[in-house]
Protein backbone atom coordinates (compact mmCIF):
# COMPACT_ATOMS: atom_id res chain seq x y z
CA UNK A 1 0.00 0.00 0.00
CA UNK A 2 0.90 3.77 -0.69
CA UNK A 3 3.17 5.02 1.84
CA UNK A 4 2.02 7.68 4.87
CA UNK A 5 1.84 11.16 3.68
CA UNK A 6 1.30 15.01 5.42
CA UNK A 7 -1.01 17.43 4.79
CA UNK A 8 -1.92 20.87 5.61
CA UNK A 9 -5.50 21.51 5.53
CA UNK A 10 -6.89 25.18 4.89
CA UNK A 11 -7.03 25.68 8.71
CA UNK A 12 -3.27 25.37 9.07
CA UNK A 13 -3.93 21.75 11.01
CA UNK A 14 -1.08 19.58 9.47
CA UNK A 15 -2.29 15.38 9.38
CA UNK A 16 -1.26 12.10 7.85
CA UNK A 17 -3.04 9.90 5.37
CA UNK A 18 -3.19 6.42 4.05
CA UNK A 19 -3.79 7.36 0.22
CA UNK A 20 -5.15 3.91 -0.50
CA UNK A 21 -7.98 4.39 2.38
CA UNK A 22 -8.65 8.22 0.70
CA UNK A 23 -9.05 6.48 -3.11
CA UNK A 24 -11.69 4.32 -1.25
CA UNK A 25 -13.97 7.39 -0.16
CA UNK A 26 -13.11 6.27 3.33
CA UNK A 27 -12.30 9.61 5.55
CA UNK A 28 -9.73 9.29 8.08
CA UNK A 29 -6.47 11.10 9.62
CA UNK A 30 -3.53 11.40 12.40
CA UNK A 31 -2.93 14.79 13.48
CA UNK A 32 0.23 16.28 14.54
CA UNK A 33 0.85 18.77 16.83
CA UNK A 34 1.18 21.32 14.29
CA UNK A 35 -1.62 23.84 14.75
CA UNK A 36 -3.86 24.18 17.41
CA UNK A 37 -4.11 26.66 20.50
CA UNK A 38 -3.26 24.64 23.18
CA UNK A 39 -0.19 25.89 25.24
CA UNK A 40 3.01 24.57 26.51
CA UNK A 41 3.62 21.41 27.18
CA UNK A 42 0.66 20.95 25.29
CA UNK A 43 1.89 22.93 22.50
CA UNK A 44 -0.27 23.02 19.99
CA UNK A 45 -2.76 20.31 18.69
CA UNK A 46 -3.35 18.22 21.79
CA UNK A 47 -6.54 16.17 21.43
CA UNK A 48 -6.28 14.59 24.92
CA UNK A 49 -9.19 15.78 27.21
CA UNK A 50 -7.22 13.62 30.68
CA UNK A 51 -3.65 15.26 30.06
CA UNK A 52 -4.17 18.43 32.24
CA UNK A 53 -4.82 20.43 29.14
CA UNK A 54 -7.77 23.22 29.22
CA UNK A 55 -10.76 21.28 28.34
CA UNK A 56 -11.72 24.13 26.04
CA UNK A 57 -8.54 24.34 24.06
CA UNK A 58 -8.91 20.28 23.67
CA UNK A 59 -12.48 21.15 22.17
CA UNK A 60 -11.52 23.51 20.10
CA UNK A 61 -8.14 21.34 18.77
CA UNK A 62 -10.83 18.57 18.06
CA UNK A 63 -13.05 20.30 15.81
CA UNK A 64 -10.32 21.83 13.96
CA UNK A 65 -8.68 18.29 13.53
CA UNK A 66 -12.18 16.92 12.59
CA UNK A 67 -12.69 20.25 10.01
CA UNK A 68 -9.53 19.56 8.53
CA UNK A 69 -10.28 15.92 8.15
CA UNK A 70 -13.72 16.56 7.11
CA UNK A 71 -15.70 14.85 9.55
CA UNK A 72 -18.56 15.61 11.72
CA UNK A 73 -17.10 16.97 15.27
CA UNK A 74 -21.06 16.47 16.64
CA UNK A 75 -21.22 12.86 15.89
CA UNK A 76 -17.56 11.66 16.56
CA UNK A 77 -17.23 8.72 19.78
CA UNK A 78 -14.49 8.13 21.73
CA UNK A 79 -13.45 6.18 24.35
CA UNK A 80 -11.67 5.84 27.82
CA UNK A 81 -8.32 3.78 26.92
CA UNK A 82 -6.73 1.75 29.44
CA UNK A 83 -3.89 -0.21 27.44
CA UNK A 84 -6.48 -3.77 27.14
CA UNK A 85 -8.11 -5.64 24.45
CA UNK A 86 -11.83 -4.53 24.43
CA UNK A 87 -13.28 -3.73 21.53
CA UNK A 88 -16.88 -2.12 21.27
CA UNK A 89 -19.55 -1.97 18.88
CA UNK A 90 -20.80 1.38 17.89
CA UNK A 91 -23.55 2.95 16.62
CA UNK A 92 -25.37 6.17 16.16
CA UNK A 93 -26.80 5.94 19.82
CA UNK A 94 -23.42 6.41 20.62
CA UNK A 95 -22.82 9.20 18.97
CA UNK A 96 -20.91 12.35 20.43
CA UNK A 97 -19.64 10.29 23.21
CA UNK A 98 -16.61 11.50 25.01
CA UNK A 99 -16.57 13.74 22.18
CA UNK A 100 -16.11 16.75 24.62
CA UNK A 101 -16.56 15.59 27.62
CA UNK A 102 -13.79 12.82 28.98
CA UNK A 103 -16.13 11.05 31.83
CA UNK A 104 -18.83 10.54 28.65
CA UNK A 105 -16.20 8.74 27.10
CA UNK A 106 -16.82 4.42 26.51
CA UNK A 107 -15.16 2.72 29.84
CA UNK A 108 -12.61 0.74 29.32
CA UNK A 109 -12.76 0.64 26.21
CA UNK A 110 -9.06 0.03 22.85
CA UNK A 111 -10.85 -0.62 20.55
CA UNK A 112 -13.85 0.75 18.72
CA UNK A 113 -16.09 -0.66 15.24
CA UNK A 114 -18.78 0.50 13.38
CA UNK A 115 -20.71 -0.67 10.13
CA UNK A 116 -22.83 3.49 10.38
CA UNK A 117 -21.93 5.56 7.73
CA UNK A 118 -20.86 9.43 9.13
CA UNK A 119 -19.88 7.96 12.83
CA UNK A 120 -16.65 8.78 13.21
CA UNK A 121 -14.53 6.84 15.63
CA UNK A 122 -11.32 8.46 17.58
CA UNK A 123 -8.64 7.17 19.82
CA UNK A 124 -5.57 8.85 20.98
CA UNK A 125 -2.13 8.64 21.43
CA UNK A 126 1.42 9.64 22.19
CA UNK A 127 3.81 7.00 21.34
CA UNK A 128 1.24 3.97 21.26
CA UNK A 129 -0.01 2.64 17.95
CA UNK A 130 -2.69 3.64 16.02
CA UNK A 131 -4.20 1.21 14.00
CA UNK A 132 -6.77 2.34 11.54
CA UNK A 133 -8.69 -0.88 9.39
CA UNK A 134 -11.16 -0.73 6.73
CA UNK A 135 -13.44 -3.38 5.47
CA UNK A 136 -14.65 -1.71 1.82
CA UNK A 137 -16.85 -5.04 0.60
CA UNK A 138 -18.85 -5.07 3.94
CA UNK A 139 -18.56 -0.83 4.62
CA UNK A 140 -17.36 -1.61 8.39
CA UNK A 141 -14.23 0.12 9.73
CA UNK A 142 -12.45 -0.01 13.54
CA UNK A 143 -9.86 1.75 15.06
CA UNK A 144 -7.67 0.29 18.04
CA UNK A 145 -5.17 1.28 20.24
CA UNK A 146 -2.18 -0.78 20.28
CA UNK A 147 0.70 0.11 23.42
CA UNK A 148 3.09 -2.94 24.41
CA UNK A 149 -0.19 -4.26 26.83
CA UNK A 150 -2.95 -4.10 23.52
CA UNK A 151 -0.54 -5.20 20.97
CA UNK A 152 0.70 -8.01 23.22
CA UNK A 153 -2.92 -9.10 23.51
CA UNK A 154 -3.49 -8.74 20.07
CA UNK A 155 -6.31 -5.85 19.78
CA UNK A 156 -5.46 -5.44 16.18
CA UNK A 157 -6.27 -8.85 15.52
CA UNK A 158 -9.11 -8.83 17.71
CA UNK A 159 -10.33 -5.99 15.99
CA UNK A 160 -10.71 -7.79 12.78
CA UNK A 161 -11.86 -11.10 14.42
CA UNK A 162 -14.56 -8.69 15.98
CA UNK A 163 -15.44 -7.22 12.17
CA UNK A 164 -15.41 -10.60 11.34
CA UNK A 165 -18.08 -11.92 14.02
CA UNK A 166 -20.27 -9.11 13.74
CA UNK A 167 -20.21 -7.95 10.30
CA UNK A 168 -18.99 -10.88 8.06
CA UNK A 169 -15.86 -9.24 7.10
CA UNK A 170 -13.32 -11.46 5.60
CA UNK A 171 -10.09 -10.36 6.81
CA UNK A 172 -8.41 -11.04 3.15
CA UNK A 173 -10.55 -8.01 2.07
CA UNK A 174 -9.24 -5.48 4.85
CA UNK A 175 -7.06 -2.67 4.42
CA UNK A 176 -4.96 -1.72 7.39
CA UNK A 177 -2.83 1.49 8.58
CA UNK A 178 -0.21 1.33 11.57
CA UNK A 179 0.07 5.13 12.21
CA UNK A 180 2.98 6.31 13.97
CA UNK A 181 3.89 5.59 17.22
CA UNK A 182 7.38 4.95 19.23
CA UNK A 183 9.80 2.99 16.73
CA UNK A 184 12.33 0.17 17.47
CA UNK A 185 14.68 2.51 17.29
CA UNK A 186 13.71 4.14 20.80
CA UNK A 187 10.97 1.61 22.34
CA UNK A 188 13.54 0.14 25.13
CA UNK A 189 11.14 -2.58 27.65
CA UNK A 190 12.61 -4.91 29.91
CA UNK A 191 11.74 -8.80 30.18
CA UNK A 192 8.58 -7.93 31.68
CA UNK A 193 7.55 -7.41 27.98
CA UNK A 194 9.68 -9.88 26.59
CA UNK A 195 7.92 -12.53 28.39
CA UNK A 196 4.50 -11.56 27.11
CA UNK A 197 6.16 -11.65 23.39
CA UNK A 198 6.90 -14.97 24.24
CA UNK A 199 3.94 -16.69 25.41
CA UNK A 200 1.93 -15.21 22.45
CA UNK A 201 4.28 -15.26 19.40
CA UNK A 202 6.11 -18.00 17.79
CA UNK A 203 8.50 -15.64 16.13
CA UNK A 204 9.20 -13.72 18.90
CA UNK A 205 13.05 -13.07 18.66
CA UNK A 206 12.46 -11.02 15.46
CA UNK A 207 10.40 -8.86 17.53
CA UNK A 208 12.68 -7.44 19.36
CA UNK A 209 16.86 -6.28 19.87
CA UNK A 210 18.66 -7.44 22.95
CA UNK A 211 20.70 -4.39 24.58
CA UNK A 212 22.05 -4.69 28.33
CA UNK A 213 19.75 -6.25 30.40
CA UNK A 214 17.04 -4.67 28.03
CA UNK A 215 15.25 -5.00 24.67
CA UNK A 216 14.25 -2.79 21.89
CA UNK A 217 10.46 -3.63 20.51
CA UNK A 218 8.61 -3.30 17.23
CA UNK A 219 5.87 -2.40 17.95
CA UNK A 220 4.73 -2.12 13.69
CA UNK A 221 5.93 -6.27 13.56
CA UNK A 222 4.28 -6.98 16.52
CA UNK A 223 0.90 -6.02 14.93
CA UNK A 224 2.06 -6.68 11.56
CA UNK A 225 2.10 -10.44 12.58
CA UNK A 226 -0.81 -10.90 14.46
CA UNK A 227 -2.30 -9.84 11.57
CA UNK A 228 -1.18 -11.67 8.54
CA UNK A 229 -2.43 -14.29 11.14
CA UNK A 230 -5.68 -13.71 11.20
CA UNK A 231 -5.60 -13.61 7.13
CA UNK A 232 -5.52 -10.12 6.56
CA UNK A 233 -2.72 -10.03 3.65
CA UNK A 234 0.69 -8.65 3.59
CA UNK A 235 -0.04 -6.05 0.67
CA UNK A 236 -2.95 -4.89 2.55
CA UNK A 237 -0.86 -3.12 5.57
CA UNK A 238 0.49 -0.18 5.46
CA UNK A 239 2.68 1.20 8.02
CA UNK A 240 3.60 4.79 8.61
CA UNK A 241 7.40 3.97 9.46
CA UNK A 242 7.50 7.41 11.28
CA UNK A 243 8.61 7.25 15.26
CA UNK A 244 7.09 9.68 17.41
CA UNK A 245 9.96 9.73 20.12
CA UNK A 246 12.10 11.17 16.74
CA UNK A 247 9.94 13.38 15.80
CA UNK A 248 8.58 15.46 18.77
CA UNK A 249 8.59 18.65 16.57
CA UNK A 250 5.86 17.01 14.26
CA UNK A 251 4.46 14.38 17.29
CA UNK A 252 3.68 13.99 20.69
CA UNK A 253 5.50 11.66 22.77
CA UNK A 254 5.01 10.24 26.37
CA UNK A 255 8.27 8.60 26.98
CA UNK A 256 10.16 11.22 25.53
CA UNK A 257 8.76 14.41 26.71
CA UNK A 258 8.65 12.79 30.21
CA UNK A 259 5.03 12.28 30.12
CA UNK A 260 3.75 15.55 30.16
CA UNK A 261 2.40 15.95 26.88
CA UNK A 262 -0.38 16.17 24.45
CA UNK A 263 -2.15 13.40 22.55
CA UNK A 264 -2.76 12.65 18.66
CA UNK A 265 -6.08 11.28 17.20
CA UNK A 266 -6.63 8.51 14.93
CA UNK A 267 -9.82 9.03 13.75
CA UNK A 268 -12.11 7.03 10.88
CA UNK A 269 -15.63 7.33 9.44
CA UNK A 270 -17.21 5.16 6.48
Known amino acids: ?62 QLFCETVGVDYEQVVTAEQVHGDQIRIVGMSE ?24 LPLMLLFADCVPVLIADPVRSVVGVSHAGWKGATAKIAAKTVLTMQGHFGTNPADCLVAVGPSIGRCCYEV ?31 EVNRQQLLEVGVR ?31 GAIITL
Open 95 to 118: AGRGRSIYEESLPGTDGLVTNCKG
Open 190 to 220: DELVVNKLQTGFPQWQQLVTERSDKWLLDLW
Open 234 to 264: QDNISISGVCTACNTEVFFSYRQEGGQTGRI
Open 1 to 62: MDPFVLRRGNNNIWHGIFPAFARLGIKHGISTRLGGVSKPPFAALNLGLHTGDEAADVVTNR
